[in-house]
């Protein structure tokens, strides 16, 4: 079993920028197909950010060049840096991992349905 608790949501202004960060425990974070999802209400989840088992990552398009996801395996801990948010990037964020299995990191990206383990979420607002 694998825990992923979030934290680092909050409300911010076109612009600026926060943190996210999920903290896992049962497995490493180096094991697994590592992601970030997101929910807006009224719309369906969305991949966000991939990182494959520590050796490739993979962004949705509307987040290139501004988020990037990140790793620490002292502290087994998902990161995510959000630069430059934008209204259209407010959502429930989720974590999420997948440890058995092969796929690439873009492959992950498009199926939620394949990762067994999620956190319980973390509200980002963005305000313009």
């Known amino acids: 079993q694998m825990q992923l608790v979030e934290s680092g949501g909050g409300s911010v202004q076109a612009g600026g920028s926060l943190r996210l960060s999920c903290a896992a425990s049962g497995y490493t974070v180096s094991s697994c197909y590592m992601a970030w999802f997101r929910q807006a209400p009224g719309k369906e989840r969305e991949g966000v950010a991939v990182?494959?088992?520590?050796?490739?990552?993979a962004y949705t398009d509307s987040v290139k060049g501004r988020f990037t996801i990140s790793q620490d395996s002292t502290k087994n801990t998902l990161y995510l840096q959000m630069n430059d948010l934008q209204p259209e990037d407010t959502a429930m964020y989720y974590c999420?991992?997948?440890?058995?299995?092969?796929?690439?990191?873009?492959?992950?990206?498009?199926?939620?349905?394949?990762?067994?383990?999620w956190g319980q979420g973390t509200q980002v607002t963005v305000s313009s």
């Open positions: 999420a991992a997948r440890r058995g299995g092969w796929m690439s990191a873009v492959q992950a990206l498009s199926a939620p349905t394949l990762f067994d383990y």
């Open positions: 990182f494959a088992r520590a050796v490739s990552t």
